[in-house]
């Protein structure tokens, strides 16, 4: 019932940008979150935002070089990375859920209710 859209991805050199985008079907979610998971590996916990964006959260694995961001008119939220390296090549996803939760939850796939099918990003070295 509840559709989320990724958008964005694609290929790039590294050292360069892109920004990912999510989609929401709906304006009434409260917490949205990015993740990524490269072949064999699990899936990781990037980012994460409240709707109304007093919360917000980066992994230290992308500190200071991404940033979560959202157009509540668009109900889409956004994912801005930066000096991007061949480590960050992975299937990124957006997560999202109603109500609220701690932080740990907030961290992890558990803590998710909708999911997007993902968006491909490639770092070429």
């Known amino acids: 019932q509840v559709h989320l859209v990724e958008s964005g991805g694609g290929l790039v050199q590294a050292g360069g940008s892109m920004t990912l985008a999510c989609a929401a079907s709906?304006?009434?979610?409260?917490?949205y979150g990015w993740f990524r998971q490269a072949p064999g590996k699990e899936r990781d916990f990037v980012a994460r935002t409240s709707w109304s964006g007093a919360t917000t959260y980066v992994a230290d694995s992308v500190q200071g070089r991404f940033t979560i961001s959202r157009d509540n008119a668009k109900n889409t939220v956004y994912l801005q990375m930066n000096s991007l390296k061949p480590e960050d090549t992975a299937l990124y996803y957006c997560?999202?859920?109603?109500?609220?939760?701690?932080?740990?939850?907030?961290?992890?796939?558990?803590?998710?209710?909708?999911w997007g099918q993902g968006t491909q990003v490639t770092v070429s070295s």
């Open positions: 997560a999202a859920r109603g109500g609220w939760a701690d932080d740990e939850t907030l961290s992890q796939e558990r803590g998710y209710t909708y």
């Open positions: 709906t304006g009434a979610l409260t917490i």
